[in-house]
């Protein structure tokens, strides 16, 4: 005869388990989805500036998103090398990508900004990928678009190391 606690021990194992194997589906699909995506920002990288590398696309498309960021604040939010990442905003300078400005509020450092020449080359670059994105989504309902963004803000929430999380200025509990 089993007792009510070997009954809970073996539920509590089995769902365990089937969490396991659940995660490590997901794990599996994210594998993929990376595979997926690095080949995309080699396309764009090169789409936006032939002979540009994906480390150069992602520094420049994080100055896009963030509009104005210093470099000190972009080595901090992409864990990068100080000096490397020096050198890579030089050359994006110097493809015209990025503007350098005074920072108004700390005369010794100065922002970073995309210009409209960059913006240009960057939807031109994007477009093929957000077309094909748009297609494979337009049998979702928005609402699962949406929940799935969610989620997936949601998940790099709760993985992301606090220091990450309060560098990009997400509230993370003490």
Not at 50 to 61: E, Q, V, W
Not at 89 to 98: D, F, M, P
Not at 121 to 148: K, Y
Not at 154 to 160: I, K, Q, S, W, Y
């Amino acid at each position: 005869m089993t007792t009510d606690t070997t009954k809970d021990t073996a539920g509590a194992d089995t769902a365990r388990e089937a969490r396991i194997q659940a995660v490590r589906a997901l794990e599996a699909e994210f594998s993929e989805l990376i595979v997926h995506f690095r080949a995309m920002v080699a396309e764009n990288a090169g789409r936006v500036s032939p002979g540009m590398l994906p480390a150069a696309y992602k520094i420049f498309t994080t100055i896009v998103r963030r509009e104005s960021v210093t470099q000190t604040a972009l080595a901090e939010h992409l864990l990068l090398d100080k000096g490397q990442l020096s050198r890579t905003v030089r050359e994006l300078e110097e493809l015209g990508l990025i503007v350098r400005a005074p920072d108004p509020t700390d005369r010794r450092s100065s922002l970073l900004s995309p210009t409209p020449f960059g913006l240009q080359r960057l939807a031109f670059a994007r477009g093929p990928q957000e077309d094909g994105l748009i297609n494979a989504l337009a049998h979702w309902p928005v609402q699962d678009i949406e929940t799935l963004a969610t989620l997936l803000h949601t998940l790099l929430e709760d993985v992301a190391p606090a220091n990450v999380r309060r560098r990009n200025g997400t509230p993370v509990p003490e």
